[in-house]
């Protein structure tokens, strides 16, 4: 007589039957628990793309440059000034002429933070017509 022997499963063996439904119910929780951050960009109203734009020409006395360069530092007009002098700057000359554009001109080396420094401080002045510009030098 042949005598069968019964193994005993080893002790802590774990049911792996439902790992997978385990897995998936935690991916969905995560998923649907999660958070998206959202980016904030500069909220600018540009021209419609089907609008007939046609080039405007500017007065050069309507035209005031506030330029930021390489190395920082920023100019209005060719003449040094500090972020914080740009408001009052720019109010004194919106008065003195209405029809004022400010173009601000960025270099590509100079700090993405000073150039929104200087747009922030054309929209505290109320410059409403602001013209963006990169510089090549």
């Given at each position: 007589?042949?005598?069968?022997?019964?193994?005993k499963?080893?002790?802590?063996?774990i049911?792996?039957?439902?790992?997978?439904?385990?897995?998936?119910?935690?991916?969905i929780?995560?998923?649907?628990?999660?958070?998206?951050?959202?980016?904030?960009?500069?909220?600018?109203?540009?021209?419609?793309?089907?609008?007939?734009?046609q080039?405007?020409?500017?007065?050069?006395?309507?035209?005031?440059?506030?330029?930021v360069?390489?190395?920082?530092?920023?100019?209005?007009?060719?003449?040094p000034?500090?972020i914080?002098?740009?408001k009052?700057?720019?109010?004194?000359?919106?008065?003195?002429?209405?029809?004022?554009?400010?173009?601000?001109?960025?270099?590509?080396?100079?700090?993405?933070?000073?150039?929104?420094?200087?747009?922030?401080?054309?929209k505290l002045?109320?410059?409403?017509?602001?013209?963006?510009?990169?510089?090549?030098?």
């Amino acid at each position: 007589m042949v005598m069968k022997i019964k193994r005993k499963p080893p002790i802590g063996a774990i049911n792996l039957a439902s790992t997978g439904d385990v897995a998936f119910l935690l991916l969905i929780f995560f998923i649907v628990s999660t958070a998206f951050a959202e980016d904030f960009g500069l909220p600018l109203l540009l021209p419609a793309k089907d609008s007939a734009v046609q080039a405007v020409r500017v007065k050069q006395s309507n035209v005031m440059t506030l330029k930021v360069h390489a190395d920082n530092h920023i100019t209005l007009d060719k003449k040094p000034i500090e972020i914080n002098a740009i408001k009052s700057n720019i109010e004194r000359s919106l008065q003195a002429n209405p029809k004022l554009v400010v173009v601000l001109e960025t270099h590509p080396d100079a700090d993405y933070g000073k150039m929104v420094a200087c747009l922030d401080e054309l929209k505290l002045a109320e410059a409403r017509r602001v013209s963006l510009k990169t510089s090549k030098v």
